[in-house]
T-cell receptor, first 110, second 115 residues
Framework: DTGVSQNPRHKITKRGQNVTFRCDPI?????LYWYRQTLGQGPEFLTY????????KSRLLSDRFSAERPKGSFSTLEIQRTEQGDSAMYLC????????FGSGTRLTVV | AQSVTQLDSQVPVFEEAPVELRCNYS??????LFWYVQYPNQGLQLLLK??????LVKGINGFEAEFNKSQTSFHLRKPSVHISDTAEYFC?????????????FGTGTRLKVLA
């Protein structure tokens, strides 16, 4: 059990570019969550997968955001046409049992 | 809808002194309660949780919290802090009726332990 792995750890991109983040959950965990954490705030729920099915999406997840979890294993979060307001830490978590967070991907849009 | 309020954005405290980090929540249904710690550029680590039973919950690193249903509070305490406790602390809830078990977090309290 190597925990929840997120790549890359840091990403700097120019406004308007597309970015993709990857999350590898703990192998036996069938639930996977994405959260976004902006500076000075707590994490906010973005979306949730049970196995490969995306069962809930927050209204924070605009149409520029898309998440997938093919085959119920790793997940990707893509942001198209990035904006400066997308700058944040993107956290992935998997469960059960318990809830394990990854170290996050810090996105900076310049 | 649920919400979590952490009134103190920053709490400075001297090493070996006691500390209390406050958390209040609002919910029309019962909730499960959690405290997480986040060190710089790291993910979240679970300190403790309240699901049911005894209202005094003990967690890792010497932390404890007490669930007070009448005051809708779940304050975190440590009798003697160390420099290494310097971090951001988040209180969170999950509604007991939730099928997704998604967290609702507070805005966090930055604990700074002074030598």
């Amino acid at each position: 059990d190597t925990g929840v792995s997120q790549n890359p750890r840091h990403k700097i991109t120019k406004r308007g570019q597309n970015v993709t983040f990857r999350c590898d959950p703990i192998s036996e965990h069938n639930r996977l969550y994405w959260y976004r954490q902006t500076l000075g705030q707590g994490p906010e729920f973005l979306t949730y997968f049970q196995n490969e099915a995306q069962l809930e999406k927050s209204r924070l997840l605009s149409d520029r955001f898309s998440a997938e979890r093919p085959k119920g294993s790793f997940s990707t979060l893509e942001i198209q046409r990035t904006e400066q307001g997308d700058s944040a830490m993107y956290l992935c978590a998997s469960s059960p049992p318990g809830y394990t967070f990854g170290s996050g991907t810090r996105l900076t849009v310049v | 809808a649920q919400s979590v309020t952490q009134l103190d954005s920053q709490v400075p405290v001297f090493e070996e002194a006691p500390v209390e980090l406050r958390c209040n929540y609002s919910s029309s249904v019962s909730v499960y309660l959690f405290w997480y710690v986040q060190y710089p550029n790291q993910g979240l680590q679970l300190l403790l949780k309240y699901l049911s039973g005894s209202t005094l919950v003990k967690g890792i690193n010497g932390f404890e919290a007490e669930f007070n249903k009448s005051q809708t509070s779940f304050h975190l305490r440590k009798p003697s802090v160390h420099i290494s406790d310097t971090a951001e602390y988040f209180c969170a809830v999950i509604p007991s009726t939730s099928g997704t078990y998604k967290y609702i977090f507070g805005t966090g309290t930055r604990l700074k332990v002074l030598a």
